[in-house]
């Protein structure tokens, strides 16, 4: 090993202990506010979801905002990120106190989990492309969960576009074709655009975005479902 390569790892070392410490002392400030603030003595997992939602919404805004080229709103984004670990770790000693679990266990469960569905990183599983790396992700989750279809986990109540997404990745993972478009959009306005278009169509007619591509999502699972009970019977 040469000293350069020392030199590294000592870097890294030091980096990962920096990390830590700071983590720790977030979990040492909420220990503090939950024995000494009453407001935060108060809150429970439900009377804290609206805020989790908030925080959520907040570091997407930021993402959004943020330009990679420049490096504008780096700033903005770690604050952001900041407030939504404050809410994970608030979660974690609120399920500690119950004795559920702390944040030693949400950890440790995202560790094992990344390990697991990386089979081509921490395994000898090889894969051809990124394409088969999420069908590996949804078969294995499938097989953790003991889920019958790949549908399952999708919460219902998402947005029409975000359910479509989802649904068509999982999709991908049976081989189930979903026709491309005719045209291609050129770039991410361009993209936009086409959605408002189809919007102010649907407008037009009388008809709901939102349902109509609900509906087209439904049949979509469908075409799965019957993917999936001819995967079972063969």
């Known amino acids: 090993m040469t000293d350069s390569t020392h030199s590294d790892n000592a870097i890294e070392y030091a980096s990962s202990l920096q990390m830590l410490e700071a983590v720790g ?19 429970t997992h439900a009377s804290l979801r609206p805020y989790l939602l908030e925080e959520a919404h907040e570091v997407l805004e930021a993402l959004h905002s943020l330009d ?13 990120l900041g407030d939504l670990l404050f809410q994970i770790v608030f979660h974690a000693r609120i399920a500690a106190e119950a004795g559920h679990f702390g944040l030693e266990q949400v950890a440790r469960g995202i560790h094992d989990k990344l390990c697991i569905r990386h089979p081509h990183v921490f395994g000898n599983r090889e894969v051809l492309d990124k394409a088969e790396v999420v069908a590996n992700w949804e078969n294995i989750k499938r097989k953790e969960k003991g889920r019958k279809s790949v549908l399952e986990g999708i919460p219902a109540s998402l947005p029409a576009l975000t359910r479509a997404a989802k ?18 959009p050129e770039g991410e306005e361009s993209l936009g655009e086409a959605l408002i ?4 169509w649907s407008l037009s007619r009388g008809f709901d975005a939102e349902d109509v591509l609900r509906g087209a999502v439904n049949q979509l699972e469908e075409r799965i479902q019957v993917a999936e009970a001819q995967l079972d019977i063969n």
Request: aromatic share 4%.
């Open 197 to 200: 278009d189809l919007v102010v």
């Open 25 to 43: 002392r977030v979990v040492d400030v909420v220990d503090t506010l939950r024995r000494e603030c009453p407001w935060d003595a108060d809150q």
């Open 68 to 80: 990679e080229r420049t490096g504008k709103g780096f700033e903005h984004l770690a604050e952001e």
């Open 167 to 184: 649904v068509i990745r999982r999709a991908e993972s049976l081989d189930v074709a979903v026709k491309l478009p005719e045209s291609d």
